[in-house]
């Protein structure tokens, strides 16, 4: 199986099917499934602590831009219901912008790959991450 690292502060919304998409420079394979992970202490110098299993169900580009007037702006194709904070774990956008604003210099645009992911073997009351769109 594959694994990826995920922030610890995602890790309870990743396992309450409130977090399901993540943002990163390269796209992960859809259909596969991929481990979430924390690392125990140091990154590449503790053990991994798995989080969760997860598949990739889509795959989205998205451009984020640091604008100085306008504050941060989050470019995609993909349209859903849901505000993007929200699928991306954050409480609120202002704590997304947070964020990305040491990542996105003022004046930059980079280019990412969003993905919409499920977690695997999850059941809720009535629901599961699979029943959300984007």
């Known amino acids: 199986m594959i694994k990826r690292p995920l922030n610890p502060q995602f890790s309870s919304a990743v396992l309450e099917c409130r977090k399901f998409t993540t943002i990163r420079d390269k796209p992960w394979p859809v259909g596969v499934p991929i481990m979430l992970y924390n ?13 969760a299993a997860v598949m990739v169900e889509g795959v989205h580009p ?3 831009s640091h604008d100085e007037t306008m ?3 989050y ?4 349209v859903g219901q849901i505000a993007l904070w929200s699928t991306e774990g954050f409480g609120s956008r202002a704590e997304m912008d947070a964020w990305f ?3 996105v210099k003022p004046g ?3 280019a990412k790959v969003l993905m919409r992911f499920r977690l695997l073997n999850a059941k809720r009351a009535g629901t ?3 029943d959300k769109t984007l």
């Open 128 to 130: 599961d991450a699979s």
């Open 108 to 110: 930059q645009t980079v």
């Open 39 to 51: 690392w125990s202490g140091a990154a590449y110098r503790s053990k991994q602590i798995d989080v």
């Open 101 to 103: 604003r040491p990542i």
């Open 62 to 64: 998205i451009e984020i």
């Open 71 to 73: 504050g941060m702006r």
């Open 75 to 78: 470019s995609m194709h993909a």
